[in-house]
Nanobody, 123 residues
Framework: QVQLVESGGGSVQAGGSLRLSCRSS????????MGWFRQAPGKEREGVAA???????TYAASVAGRFTISKDNAKNTLYLQMNSLKPADTAMYYC?????????????????WGQGTQVTVYS
């Protein structure tokens, strides 16, 4: 079993920055792949960024160049640094993890999810 707890959400003006954190606990193998997803009201949950156990990263086109995913293995914590935020980035952000993932930005690949943290960007 894996438990994921997100933090760091909030309200920020367009152009600003936020850093999300996701603390994990439980079976380490099940966090070999970790990702950030987001879901806006009335929309499907979409993959934002993912990181594999070898440190390789993948980003959705909509956030590439603005968001950075990273992981501190010593602290069992996943991060998402979000810069140049836009109102379109407003959503509930979720952390996800799994031991084996093929399509790293697909929500169907992950079995473990956090409860989410709200990000609101106002213009």
């Amino acid at each position: 079993q894996v438990q994921l707890v997100e933090s760091g959400g909030g309200s920020v003006q367009a152009g600003g920055s936020l850093r999300l954190s996701c603390r994990s606990s439980g079976y380490t193998y099940s966090t070999a792949f970790m990702g950030w997803f987001r879901q806006a009201p009335g929309k499907e949950r979409e993959g934002v960024a993912a990181i594999a156990t070898d440190g390789s990263t993948t980003y959705a086109a909509s956030v590439a160049g603005r968001f950075t995913i990273s992981k501190d293995n010593a602290k069992n914590t996943l991060y998402l640094q979000m810069n140049s935020l836009k109102p379109a980035d407003t959503a509930m952000y979720y952390c996800a993890a799994d031991g084996v993932v093929r399509r790293v930005l697909s929500k169907y690949e992950y079995d473990y999810w956090g409860q989410g943290t709200q990000v609101t960007v106002y213009s």
